[in-house]
């Protein structure tokens, strides 16, 4: 920088000092009145982040819950380069919009793009009430960048040459690697960074100090397109003087047996480490300085086999300065190729987030105990156990148990889900297998020394998944329902490990489209997966072939393999997710593979009808016909209902887009599939004229509206006359089951939808509770106490899929709904029902906390609500009472009631704004 530059700078950063505390000074005097703004956010709602991705951020923040404050009448950010307020990158003015959600960096002018490798930034916003009322500033939030491109990269990938050996799956057999490097600082950094991933999974150390909390990093991404980084702040590992990095580094997905079938192992290139560590001038990278051994105590860790630690083999001390590295190898180094690319990963790493203890142990045989943790969970076991040197300790797990009261393995399928830990001394070992994860309830110990009485204490279960958190709750009085919603939460933390999964146990733990498209809205829901499913679309669009066809499992390691009802999670999961969120960027970047998507429909479509197009159908449907897995539906009605479903998203979000011509385009398209759809399919009197007349055939073509009003009525008759002659029982598999609901909810069959949600005979949700399920059932009938065990060639006991019917739960058992994307406009129309006395559900929405509970006597609905800031609530009255007495009162912070004059015809749907309301209708007779 010349004298003159740094004279401009600096003139330039005492003008904008004097313009910010002349606005500070100005807004401080006027704005005392309300509170400011909380809940700072970018993107998919990342507060804080360090190793940020999205290089064009969104902005999203929170009106306090306060008094007088209702809405959002305008709104200024301010975006400052580095920790303080000195150089504004941008500030968007006053900005007279209400929207305090996903606001794009630049909106008010065309400020470029934000987002710089290692860039720091902060920023702050304010905003105006309905009457003008100007807050303070926010504190400010913060955001720095990770390493954005290949470039920013200066190291090698690194490892250990191919080995020679193979595992008995034919496989080469990829030994954990321990990888180490030493270096030497002469003072202290004010910051440090320490930039990694891997082909493979990895934990580091620094000093012996374990790098973060994440396990099984970086995760999974089409690995030959895209690798996730992550960044950490090491600056309080360090040390002046010597310096010890160290890192393991294992096959994870990206070397290790992924798949059910050996056509789908197709990888068979070893790990690598890919590392920059940033401390001041000091820069260290993977590269050939490092000496790395596989003769460390980590013997082996698969994610579907398991884990052996063998203490013996412990280098001491390989994490701190004075470890001698002479039996080490040198390492083998990859250059970093334009492929794949290195991007800072876009969220939340999976974690241990829970730790269960055990609820009983029994003494099985000789040296062997069975635990039982009372629940059905993902992650791995904490084994405290006494054991003698020498002693092998085995843990094998299962969901469930046979009826002789042995582990029942079969569901695993050739996953052998086995941990091993041999003691080199006597003493109670301390240790948890890592770099895998397991599905299990029970643990069986075997080989802890003869005469050691197990304990409970012995076993606890440390349940990963991806790190986010809970934004939805529903309770309710009946505890069935209250156990549904429990399995369904389960279900989630179960399969929501960096990717969605179908299963998490056996030999399969892909990233089932099919599944993840029926489980999205209910996801949304319970926990902040915003970025979660975001990430995992750009993986979606990243495995899209080239002709538009979707995988069905993203990453896609199946193939060029699709299906109706699976490859739609591309149109169906960015309208959710936009529905939900009010991010209108998921649909903006998802938009060409929803088109694309279309287009594979379209070219294969005879007449607008879907012929010969591939489907899983209506998978696992109870009763099939013949025995087959795909259920009774016709192929060809399900493929053309899933291509007017996907047209349908797509044109509704090219309105969205301002894309009018191809929304237009689109919408003609739609009329023309339906009155395919209907001409071909329907009769007159609304019946499908296809001998297989199934609840799903009319529920696809209800739930997606397929049919003018009239003849949907008619068929709706159909639909329930199906239901009639199934003894009142469902008679759905993966795609027919989330329709159920709220297609008779919608038709005014409400009570019918409350009679299949309490059946208990199979099949039946509730059916699954009754024999035991602590988590969803892939099947109906995955086990029953009368016919034992479903199939074991497909049959697991945590799959999500019919946990989708969370969403009507929460939308209509207990009545929060979104009717403008985002939670903007709620909806409040609990129908209470079967034989619930009460039931309640919260949501953490993007505008805040959203309540509704309700409770019933035989002549009070007594119905409770919170419309979280700058949104409106729509109250609508269940019509049972809506000729009862109705009256409205709106309580204050401080515990007050106010009476809210109400006229009667606006029972049926009453608008209010921010605030907590109690409604109370009572039965005047
Ligand atoms: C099974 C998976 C998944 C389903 C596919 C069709 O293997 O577990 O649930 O989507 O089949």
Redesign the pocket.
Known sequence: MTNRDYLLTHSSIILVIAFASLFVSISSCSSSEIPPPNNLSVSEGFSDPIGFYDADPTFSWLLPVAKGVENQSAYEIEVYAGADQKKLLWGSGKVLEATSNAVPYGLADDATTLGKSRRQVNWRVRYWDQDDRSSDWSPTATVEYGLLNNDDWAGKWIGLPPPTDTTEFGLPRFRPVYLRKSFSLDELPEQARLYLTAKGLFTAYLNGKRIGKDVMTPGWTPYKKRIETLTYDVTDLLQTGENILGVTLTEGWYAGRIG?SSSQWTNREPPRLLLQLEAGDTRVVSNESWRASDQGPLRYASIYDGASYQPQAEFADWKQPGFATSDWSKVAVDPIEALPLLRPKRHAPTAIMDTLLTQSVSEIGPSRALFDLGQNMVGVPHLQVPLKRGDTLQVRMAEMLNQDGSLHLKSYRSARSLDYFVAERDGSINWHPSFTFHGFRYIELSGYPAGEKPKTNWVKGLVQHSNFSTTGTFTSDHSKLDQLQSNIEWGLRGNFLDIPT??PQRD?R?G????AQVFAPTSLFLRDVHAFWAAWLQSMREEQLPDGGIP?VIPNIAGKRF?AG?GDAATIIPWELYQRTGDQDVLEENYPMMRDWVDFYRQQANDQLLVNFQS?ND?LQPYPTDGNLRGDTPQEFICTAFFARSIDLCGRSARVLGKDQEAKALEALLDSVKTALQTTYFAPDGSITEERGTQTAYLLALGFDLLPAELAERAVTHLLAQIEAADYHLRTG?LGTPLLAPVLDRYGHTDLAYRLLFTESYPSWFYSIDQGATTMW?RWNSYSHENGFETAG?N?FN?Y?YGAIGQWMYERVAGIAHLEPGYRKIEFAPIPGGPLKQAAATHESPYGHIASSWTLTDDTFKHTITVPPNTTGQIVVPPAYRTWNIQLFQSSPAGTETVLALDEDRATGITVTAGTYRLVATNAK
């Open positions: 059910y179908d299963c399969e892909m089932w489209t099919g599944d069905i299906s699976w899983f998978w993966f892939e497909m697991s799959h899929a």
